[in-house]
């Protein structure tokens, strides 16, 4: 038998989910708010696109080593079609430093490390017309769904969707891919069902700025300076984009607001770039010039949402994917992953049964284990970023020599140790992206051992090892772009 499955969505997730279902045994329809890419390449797709439904297309986007392995593994051609738009690969070999060169020899693992670097315009254009080619796949663009049709019962059941104008489209399968905003918790609600989520705050304000290189003119040479860096009052990093574009983020705490409201003149973000030696030559006027105003982006927050409270299904015959179930900080890169991974659980959860109960709790439970332990890591540091802004903000205070050893362990033999050791980056990364769980990798005697010789070996040796990130002060970078680094203290101080 045929299955009839409709998703609600063509972001990411949605295409994500036509892409992993697609088959001779389903027919699928992607139905979406906004309109299709205009005509012409990735340009046109930046310039031009109404993507009203996603707020943030036009925010650095890089995607990591788990999506692109997808890629590579299981769709090739798509692979071919985004190396042909532009897209690029940054592998294994652009993250070494001088000292790991020193002593580098490739490994097969390092052609797992790769990620996908383009404007998230171009990677969304090229699979969006992947997508269209996929035989058993209908896109309806500028279709608007305004509620689910849900037969009553202990749990509902959801049998299809309610556009805009009224038609009822009828499915066996409903898959919610609308994004962090989705009305489908509301929808769901008025029958009695309830995705409980927990949720909390990323603590960050995102900016972004896009530039593209001059005719004739390639990017600067890595190792001048660090092109991704966390100053605690402030993150950055370079995202090489396709066809000679890039853009630059920069990643504000929420609780300085007088940064956050400078900063979205471009003036202002451009000023601050130049306070980083890393970002300095790329926006040299004379290799580079702006393509765009600054795009800010508040209300980050990480939510998690529970499918089946207390182990029972709160409703059957639909499935959220992407960040319509778990939503994350951009600020590691893995929102786009996560909707890969969250659409390929779902083929196998389908592929596992046909009871809807028995599908909705495997697919539960597959999110636990792919996805859970990346999602309570970054929470975690999310909630140290929050507490480490806010210190910076408030009258220095005498640390326990726990909190100066565990920072000393972190900074200076963890982050450093990483960077002296070839190997230990390379499963540092399996974690970070996403390839074994993220904290595997610590967890092995041999690994401590590196980073306990390194620690142990200090600051003064390994001098060279340090990341070049300029002159870190807060007062003197906010001074020198003309914003006041005292109004913050100020109010912050009065309310402690
Ligand atoms: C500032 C920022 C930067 C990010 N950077 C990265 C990054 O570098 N790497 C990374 O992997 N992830 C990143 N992410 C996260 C990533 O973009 C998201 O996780 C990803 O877009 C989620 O995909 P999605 O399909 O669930 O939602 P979306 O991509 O938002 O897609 C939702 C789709 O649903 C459609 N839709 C919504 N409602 C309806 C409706 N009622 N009817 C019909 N259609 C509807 C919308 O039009 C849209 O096409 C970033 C996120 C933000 C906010």
């Known amino acids: 038998m045929v299955e009839k499955v409709i998703v609600i969505g063509a972001g990411m997730a949605g295409l994500w989910t036509a892409m992993a279902l697609a088959g001779s045994d389903r027919e699928i329809t992607v139905l979406d708010r906004d309109p299709p890419p205009p005509a012409g390449g990735p340009d046109a797709a930046f ?33 071919a079609a985004l190396h042909e738009a532009g897209v690029r690969e940054l592998g294994f070999e652009g993250s070494l430093t001088a000292q790991h060169r020193k002593a580098y020899v490739p490994a097969p693992i390092d052609g797992d490390l790769a990620i996908l670097t383009s404007r998230r315009t171009t990677l969304e254009l090229v699979m969006r017309r992947y997508v269209e080619t996929l035989l058993s796949v209908t896109m309806r663009p500028q279709t608007f769904v305004s509620d689910l049709k849900i037969v009553a019962g202990s749990p509902p059941r959801v049998t299809g969707v309610v556009l805009e104008d009224g038609t009822e489209l009828s499915a066996d399968l409903v898959v919610d891919a609308q994004g962090r905003t989705s009305q489908a918790p509301e929808w769901l609600g008025r029958m009695g069902a309830a ?23 390639e990017e600067p040479p890595r190792g001048m300076g660090s092109t991704t860096g966390d100053l605690g009052f402030l993150k950055f990093g370079v995202f090489p984009g396709d066809n000679g574009c890039f853009s630059i983020t920069l990643c504000v705490p929420e609780v300085e607001e007088e940064m956050r409201k400078a900063i979205v003149d471009p003036e202002v973000f451009d000023a601050v770039c130049r306070q980083l030696p890393g970002l300095v030559p790329w926006i040299d006027r004379a290799r580079a010039q702006p393509t765009s105003r600054v795009f800010g982006m508040g209300q980050l927050e990480s939510r998690w949402r529970e499918l089946a409270p207390n182990g029972a299904p709160a409703v059957l015959g639909f499935f959220p994917v992407g960040d319509c179930v778990v939503r994350t900080n951009p600020l590691y890169g893995r929102g786009c992953s996560f909707a890969a991974v969250s659409a390929y659980v779902l083929r196998d959860a389908l592929i596992a049964g046909r009871d809807p109960a028995e599908r909705l709790l495997i697919y539960r439970a597959g999110l636990e284990r792919e996805l859970r332990p990346y999602y309570d890591v970054m929470r975690k540091a999310d909630q140290s970023a929050i507490r480490r802004a806010r210190a910076a903000l408030l009258p220095p205070r005498p640390a326990t020599l726990r909190t100066k050893v565990l920072k000393s362990f ?87």
């Open 195 to 217: 995705f409980p989520e927990t949720s909390e705050p990323c603590g960050v304000i995102y900016f972004t700025r896009h530039y593209r290189l001059l005719p004739g003119q």
């Open 410 to 496: 972190l900074e200076d033999g963890v982050a450093i140790a990483i960077r002296d050791d070839v190997q230990l980056l390379r499963e540092f990364l399996r974690g970070f992206h996403m390839l074994e769980h993220p904290q595997a990798w610590l967890k092995r005697p041999r690994n401590l051992a590196k980073i306990v010789r390194v620690w142990a070996r200090g600051k003064a040796a390994n001098a060279e090892l340090y990341p070049v990130l300029g002159d870190t002060d807060r007062h003197r970078m906010l001074n020198a772009v003309g914003v006041s680094p005292t109004a913050d203290e100020e109010r912050v101080r009065a309310a402690a």
């Open 47 to 79: 310039e031009d696109w109404q993507r009203r439904g996603v707020g943030h297309l036009r925010h650095s986007h890089a995607f990591l080593a788990r999506l692109r392995t997808l890629v590579r593994d299981r769709h090739p051609e798509l692979l």
